[in-house]
């Protein structure tokens, strides 16, 4: 089957992914700076898929320790998540991002290069796409780049074109973009999940922090929106099914460049995410209606026919699931 290195194999939709592939019979290799991750995750992935990754403890803007990776790992393919993810953040720490994000990517590929490790999957988000047409449906045709209203987007988008430019000096590279919408959720056995250093920005890990205590309460930013209940809507993506998007996309891989799209397709507002997390945990979610968050957008979801088309891929997991499995994590923590 292979051997891959997965950067950033040890965070959220990383380490899920990473129990995927050992589940399909990959050899896998982790290179992570644990700037966004605990060490801890390692075992868990253990006694998941009953195997331990190796895991190289470097940062990717560490051009001599990637280098030392690939020239001991002669792998078959890399699965790129590593990078910094957070939007609020991205706007205070530009910098920052673009030497981490950008300049971490191209010590990834120069080091692919030199080791001829010619197939790369590379995490892209739906952030690239900017303004949604009206709809707030995106599909992989629309325009990219002209309207991303933060840095940490603005990076994806410029790793995005870095990559295309790249296929077009090495044409016999396999390069494939899939863009992430809302991932939620996390692994049936409770044992990992979404569990982020620091004050999270994404609306399940701050729903999780409340359900602990840890934050007094949600604050649903905005509820005069023009979506069916006035809170914003997204497309809430299971992350072992966007873990198994990974697998496809990595086993269909061909020359030149790809890009899906992985979401459901399906919308789900603010306030359904916080009743069907009631719903699943039988407590009640202490929350209020605050101001709209500056650069939110009413309704973002994916068409992922192209995915579904092209890889046999499709979500298989509804918000439900996603809340069970949240409830079964936090329970376990
Ligand atoms: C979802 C909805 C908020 C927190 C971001 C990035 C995107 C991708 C996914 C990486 C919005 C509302 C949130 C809260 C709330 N990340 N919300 N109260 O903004 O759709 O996308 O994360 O690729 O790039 O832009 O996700 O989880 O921040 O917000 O009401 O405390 O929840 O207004 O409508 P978002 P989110």
Redesign the pocket.
Known sequence: MGKILATGGMGYIGSHTVIELINRGYEVEILDNLFNSKVEVLDKIEKIAGKKPVFHQVDMTDAEGVEKVFAEGNFDAVIHFAGL?A?AESVKKPLEYYETNIGGTINILKSMKSHNVKKIIFSS???VYGEPPASGILDETLPTGRTIS?P??RT?YMIEEILKDFSVSNPDFEITILR?F??VGNHESGLIGEDPNGIP????P?IMKVSKGEIAE?????DDYDTRDG??I?DYIHVVDLAKGHILALEKSKQGVSVFNLGTGTGTS?LEMVNAFEKASGEKLPYKIAPR?PG?LAM?CANPSKAERELGWKAEHVVEDAMRDTIKYLRNA
């Open positions: 993810k939007v988000s739906a952030t933060n940490y987007g994806k992430y809302n991932p920005n994404n609306l399940m701050i949600l604050n649903v930013y905005g809170t914003c997204r603010v968050r939110d973002l």
